[in-house]
């Protein structure tokens, strides 16, 4: 395959990605850096845009879509993970998706931090401490799973446990004094 055949791959694939009903004026083409409209990406934004604004009803089928279309999206699953914890009628569902995103994603912070939450609210704090765990180890900065998992270990009346995750937080949280004034 010579180098003329590649700018011809590159426009057929373009061409197939576009959704049907999405036209470009003529010899324009979609903007690369963007999400197209109807992808999985950007269905998405509009998903994390709804769930901003509260709507989180609204939101939910936008990020079903978004893993429709693309099953191996870390963030469709983040997104519509996170989503149904906020229903909190739908927690296994929640715990379900988070678990995909982080497993497509092993370096995703915020994936395990809301895991974390899921387990928490399902009663699993095991699971729980271990997801927050690795949501600090993953991100030094996602300082509240530490809190988290002072609390969890408060939930299961592990008082030594507890107070040295209670005084790591504290340790940590200390140096930061704009925390202090939100």
């Known amino acids: 395959m010579g180098i003329r055949v590649q700018p011809l791959l590159l426009a057929l694939l373009v061409t197939l990605a576009v959704p049907a009903g999405v036209s470009h004026p003529a010899g324009a083409s979609p903007p690369l850096g963007g999400a197209l409209p109807g992808s999985s990406s950007a269905l998405y934004k509009k998903g994390v845009e ?19 279309l693309s099953p191996y999206s870390c963030l469709g699953h983040y997104g519509l993970g996170k989503a149904y914890l906020h229903t909190g009628g739908k927690l296994d569902l929640a715990v379900k998706h988070l678990r995909i995103s982080v497993s497509l994603d092993k370096g995703f912070a915020k994936g395990y931090f809301y895991l974390g939450m899921g387990y928490y609210l399902r009663g699993y704090y095991i699971q729980a401490i271990h997801a927050f765990d690795q949501a600090y180890r993953k991100d030094y900065t996602y300082i509240e799973a530490l ?26 949280r200390a140096g930061d004094e704009e925390l202090l004034f939100q």
């Not at 769930?51 to 893993?67: M, T, Y």
């Not at 209670?166 to 940590?172: A, C, H, V, W």
């Open 147 to 172: 809190y988290n998992i002072g609390a969890m270990y408060d939930l299961m009346d592990n008082d030594y446990k507890s107070g040295l995750y209670f005084n790591r937080y504290l340790r940590e």
């Open 50 to 68: 709804l769930a901003r604004a509260g709507d989180i009803a609204g939101a939910i089928p936008l990020f079903e879509r978004s893993v429709a």
